[in-house]
């Protein structure tokens, strides 16, 4: 390729050739960035999995134009034979280029790096296509896929970065508005600037098409035209402008989704780790689905055109000059009809920021108290109040959709404001444009002055139906952030309680109470400390002073309501520190609370968990507990499901199955808050 370009240059100097003023300079530049060509795509394949975006897109825009050129060097033949022959080469090698860029680097890549998805070695050209997603189409349609025929997942959509990111920046509750939105878009910015390029393009793609009115003339006069050649230029400018709107419109899409997914992908997990972190009296498990479902899925609606808020005022203002020039001042017309969609739309979307919260508030009351039926089911039908449950859920839902119709109403606005411009934009600027020129008495217009002035209405009321769309949603998106917000950064102080202490004591196994007998360091030590379920609360602990050591046996009494539970979960760190000094030891710790938790799984799995399975050790863990029997006599032993909340098991057999899972973890601190409560004298002698 170099040496092809070095004679170029060379038969551009010869005298003989018609050249340019600018056509050796051209050759001569033409040299070094070929130069400059092979150095960067050596590096490039060296340190890249996928091919370079701009080495190919570098490629195709030459060859383009180099195309241009061969073909007037042909031209002129036979004065310019040798420089064609040679420019022709030189096209060749550089089409065979662009392929050799355009391929992966599978073979670069050593087997230690695992199973990489194929959109990792995707070139731009293979992205704006969707072409590595083929193998995935011809497996399925072959055989049945399963999840391990699925790709993995992109590293761009990790989120455990911005997780960790977001996480040391936020230590504090903010004070602005948005302030959390911002902080998305500021950790997203580079993902959020990569879709700006592809939109920019489409915009230029879209307003290239009224200047095709040209190739209406030629149709209208039969293809006669004095230039030849006319027609394959029509052809390829038709072409270029709409597989160039395609591939636009795939790379914007392609980042938008990307964008757009890890946004749900932080938000979900931050509301999941915020949840892990509240004190679990206090947690409210069916406000974290109500976020997780409801508000993400509104704030992934209203980013889904988060470009729009720009691209759309950019894209009316071309097209209203664009129509001023086609038609004159009656384009004021169309401008009249978009200031009242765009005004209109921007006078409902607060308002439905505001609705919308108040709707999924309503949403909200509604999920959790049908989580709290089914949670006590048998309990209802001991008692025979289905009938009522089912009246109050059925006046909740009643109510969700009373608060759902203002914000409803709205939506319905939004949509009559954007069809109002697009059904009225055209009739109202050709009505006006007629009715001026019969009043000054000027000729019909002409068809291509019509063509082209639909073409650009359509081009001007497609934007103002987006932008007004795109910001409602987007408002309706901001709420849903404030909401988001407000749950994570409330009682932020309870996840590091102030004043206190985690302390990690030296080789601590957290398997054998023998092993740490000899600790002079207390296990959990309070000094003179004050206890409250949040910031706002007052203390229902005071003065509380203790240390428990290793190896040791410690019992909290008092009557019922004295603060014993909320001790223990003060231990687990369940509780704000108000004053005073704690110092737990960094442990595994392990705990049995009055009520046990039982997921929907077999016995087996309730004890387990995600431990390594030991199965003498369950063996034992079942013996002190008193359950050998039962995984026995059972019908599927321990496979047999608890069903939910432990439905098929009595009070005394899910006490048990928890202070199993308790034991089973081997834990250096195990604390059990009344756990003989459901179990009978015998059973409680037994495995006390």
Avoid at 138 to 152: N, T, V
Wanted: neutral net charge; charged residues 15%.
């Amino acid at each position: 390729m170099l040496a092809l370009k070095f004679v170029l240059l060379i038969l551009w100097c010869l005298p003989q050739f018609l050249a340019t003023k600018i056509s050796v300079a051209s050759a001569t530049v033409g040299m070094i960035n070929t130069l400059a060509l092979l150095l960067l795509s050596h590096y490039d394949h060296a340190r890249s999995l996928k091919p370079s975006s701009l080495i190919c897109l570098y490629l195709l825009g030459s060859i383009i134009f180099e195309i241009a050129q061969v073909r007037t060097l042909w031209l002129f033949h036979p004065i310019s034979y040798s420089l064609a022959a040679a420019a022709t080469a030189a096209l060749v090698v550089r089409s065979l280029l662009l392929v050799l860029e355009t391929s992966e680097n599978r073979d670069t890549l050593s087997p230690q790096h695992g199973r990489i998805s194929p959109e990792s070695f995707a070139g731009i050209f293979s992205q704006s296509t969707y072409w590595w997603l083929n193998g995935l189409f011809i497996s399925g349609f072959r055989d049945e896929l399963s999840l391990d025929d699925l790709y993995p997942l992109d590293e761009e959509l990790w989120t455990k970065s911005l997780i960790s990111r977001g996480d040391q920046q936020w230590k504090e509750k903010p004070t602005r508005r948005l302030a959390f939105f911002r902080n998305i878009i500021y950790d997203l910015k580079w993902t959020v600037a990569a879709a700006v390029a592809p939109r920019l393009c489409l915009i230029g793609f879209e307003f290239a098409q009224p200047f095709l009115n040209d190739l209406i003339n030629y149709v209208s006069d039969n293809g006669c035209s004095e230039v030849s050649g006319v027609k394959y230029g029509f052809i390829g400018a038709t072409v270029l402008i709409y597989v160039g709107i395609a591939v636009s419109t795939a790379l914007f899409k392609r980042q938008v989704i990307h964008k757009v997914t890890m946004t749900r992908g932080s938000l979900v997990t931050m509301i999941y780790v915020k949840t892990l972190c509240q004190a679990s009296g206090r947690c409210q498990e069916t406000r974290s689905t109500t976020l997780m479902s409801t508000d993400v899925d509104r704030i992934v609606t209203g980013l889904l055109n988060f470009h729009e808020l720009w691209a759309s005022p950019v894209e009316i203002v071309i097209a209203l000059v664009l129509l001023s020039r086609s038609v004159g001042y009656p384009s004021a017309a169309a401008l009249a009809v978009t200031l009242v969609s765009v005004l209109g739309s921007s006078y409902l979307a607060p308002r439905m920021r505001q609705w919308q919260k108040i709707w999924v508030q309503a949403v909200q009351e509604r999920v959790s108290f049908t989580s709290v039926i089914l949670k006590e089911l048998r309990q209802i039908k001991m008692f025979g109040a289905e009938s009522d449950i089912g009246f109050k859920i059925h006046k909740l839902r009643e109510f969700e959709l009373r608060q759902s119709k203002p914000y409803r109403s709205m939506i319905v606005g939004v949509n009559v404001l954007s069809a109002l411009s697009t059904a009225i934009t055209p009739a109202v600027t050709i009505a006006v444009y007629a009715a001026t020129q019969l009043k000054l008495r000027l000729e019909t217009p002409s068809t291509d002055i019509v063509f082209t002035s639909l073409s650009l209405i359509s081009l001007l009321t497609n934007p103002v139906v987006l932008l007004s769309a795109s910001w409602t949603r987007f408002t309706s998106a901001t709420g849903c952030f404030d909401r988001i917000q407000e749950f994570l950064y409330k009682d932020r102080a309870n996840e590091v309680p102030a004043g206190s202490e985690w302390v990690a004591p030296e080789n601590v196994s957290g398997t054998k109470l023998n092993s740490v007998s000899a600790q002079s360091q207390p296990l959990v030590c309070m000094a003179d400390c004050s206890f409250s379920l949040g910031l706002d609360n007052p203390a229902i602990l005071d003065g509380i002073t203790l240390k428990i050591q290793y190896a040791s046996y410690t019992a909290v009494t008092g009557p019922i309501g004295s603060g014993k539970s909320p001790l223990l979960e003060a231990i687990l760190g369940e509780m704000y520190l108000r004053e005073g000094s704690l110092s737990v030891s960094l442990v595994k710790m392990a705990y049995c609370k009055q009520n046990p938790w039982i997921f929907n799984g077999t016995l087996k799995v309730n004890i387990i968990g995600e431990s390594h399975a030991d199965e003498k050790w369950l063996e034992e863990a079942l013996y002190v507990c008193d359950l050998d029997i039962e995984a026995t006599t059972l019908p599927l032993g321990l496979d047999i499901v608890a069903g939910s909340s432990g439905a098929q098991l009595s009070g005394g057999q899910k006490q048990r199955v928890a202070l199993a899972r308790a034991i089973y973890a081997k834990p250096s601190l195990l604390v059990l808050d009344d756990c003989f409560g459901a179990l009978d004298t015998v059973t409680s002698r037994i495995v006390f």
